[in-house]
Each structure stands twice: as C-alpha cells, then as structure tokens.
C-alpha cells in the first residue's frame, strides 16, 4: 500500500515521502481500515519533521485523524463494511497513523460515522472540528447562550478557528473573530464573523490588568498573549476554553478576571476525551452543527501533496482545513 512516511536517517535528520509498504494484519480485538479520507493538523506536521514530543517511533506514518470502512476486524462491535472513523488517541504519533490507504486500529479508539454525513466531510471537521464542537459544548453546558454576548474566537484562520468560528454563527452567537492575517478579514466574515480584530491591535489595546466587559466567551486556540489578554474582557460568570499553544505554551496573567467576575478557563482534550463524548460531538457535527460553509474552509490534496502542506502549517500560513483524499 501507499503510505506517508517519516523515516530518521540521522541525529536529528528525518526525511519524509510516499513510500510503498505493506498492509497491516489485525490483531487480537482490532480492526483494519480502508481508508478514503484522512485530513492535516499542525500535530502531523511536527510529527512529519520528527518533533519528539509527538513522535518517537520511526519509521511512522503520519495522520492523527481518519475516515473509511471497516477492511478487517477481530472486534465483536465492529463488522466488515461499516464506516467509521478515529480521531485522537495515539494514532498518528507514536502508533502509525490515517495518511496511508489501510490503518491498523485497537477498536477502542472507532467511532461510527453518523449517516447524515460522508467520509470527506467528517474529515474536513476532522480533530480540529471535534475539538471546536468540544470548547463549544463546553461554552453552552456553562450558560453562555446567544443573548449572553459575543464570542471571541483567537487564532480563526485555522482548523479549529474556522470551524469554531462556522458553528457558533450557525447556531445564532454573534462571533468575533482575532487573526494575524489581514488577507483573510474577507475570508472570517465570510464564514460567520461578524467583526476581525487583528492580532497585534488587539494586544496592543489590552494593556491594563483588566478591560471593559465584552464578551460573553472566549475559544482560544493559540494561548500565550492573546488568551491572557482575551482573558481581561469576559464578561462576568463568562466562560474561556483553551485548546492551543501556537503562539506559547505560557500564561502570563493575573488573577483579576477570575476573582472578580467568576470567569472561567476550561481546558479542551479532544486525543483521550472519552469515546462516548466524540461520539456524541459528532453526532452534533453531522446534524445540527453542520455548517454551511464547509466548501469554503476545505482544501483537498492527494497523499502526494501533503509534503507542501506540512510546510505551509509549520510557516503558520494554512488557512481553513487539508483533506486528504485516499486513492486505491
């Protein structure tokens, strides 16, 4: 079969391609995928370059998410020909991941994939979409409601942001959307923002320990600087979730917005949530929360092409969503 593949030449030296290997074989309760689609996630473009906090086994087949029929399975839950799909877990990091035509995959890590939606349109909401639908279930479970306020959504040009950004819209909250990509006001308003702040005008104006009341919510997907400043403009019993790091890992910030409006910051585990919460969230994804603008924030590569793509993602210049078609 065919198969991205990451392989460690060196101290430190990795290099990357399509390279023909053989099929997996089940084992004891584990199923085989034919796959159709995978997607890209920032994860696997570390993983491609080698990154040892996500990789460590070599050589690796990279793809943290992916969509397909059941080929083969020892599973008593699941039968040859359904469709399924794995997103999380280890698959893609240290066990070998969706960017090949057949996977290998304990069955407790499968979710079904609902009817209402194909295998290409799972995969465009794919981790980020799962984790977009996770912040905003966590947002609506914690009494944030459309009439409570805008949302702020930092970091909108990418998976989760863009799909963050679609669903709140379709679901009636006004969205606010930070993004360091003037190119791209056009894109966010298109795809549900109501209003674009730029990223360094928004740092640049939350200066003091705490800010003017504004918003309702928060889904940051970046962290650092711009969580703790989104941090000073929450409305009181407001609600942050955090699921990022791409701009730090770090929170510098203070205690004000916690003590003395009751907000609240959520952290966001979309790789080892419970497999009965992913199913529920898609099951959300692929009726109500099915947004319009899918077409919009998807673009879709062959196998051959997700070389050049890790590249944009490593640059910080993706935009919206890279679906990867399975070809046979």
Known sequence: MKAFLVEKTGDKEFVADVKEVAIPKCGENEIVIKVTYSSLNYKDALSSVGNPGVTRNFPHITGIDVAGTVYEST????????????????????TNGGH??????????????????????IMTFGTAGLTAALSINELIDNGVKPESGSILVTGATGGVGSIAVSILSKIGFSVVAISGKEEK???????????????DTFNEEAKKPMMGEKYAGVVDTVGGEVLANALKYIKYDGVATCCGLTSSHELNTNVFPFI???????GIDSVECKLEKKQAAWEKIASKWKIDTLSSITNEITLNEIKDAYSLLLAGKAVGRYVVKIKD
Do not use: C, H
Request: proline share 3%; hydrophobic share 45%.
């Open 260 to 266: 003395l409006r009751g907000v609240r910051l959520i």
């Open 185 to 199: 006001v056009d894109y966010l308003k298109r795809i549900g923002a109501e209003e674009v702040i730029l990223r």
């Open 100 to 121: 090949a035509q057949f996977v290998k995959i304990p069955a407790s890590w499968v979710a079904r994939i609902p009817d209402a939606i194909t295998d290409k349109e």
């Open 75 to 94: 599973s008593t839950v699941f039968k040859v020909g359904e469709r399924v799909l794995v997103t999380g877990y280890d698959m893609g990091m240290n």
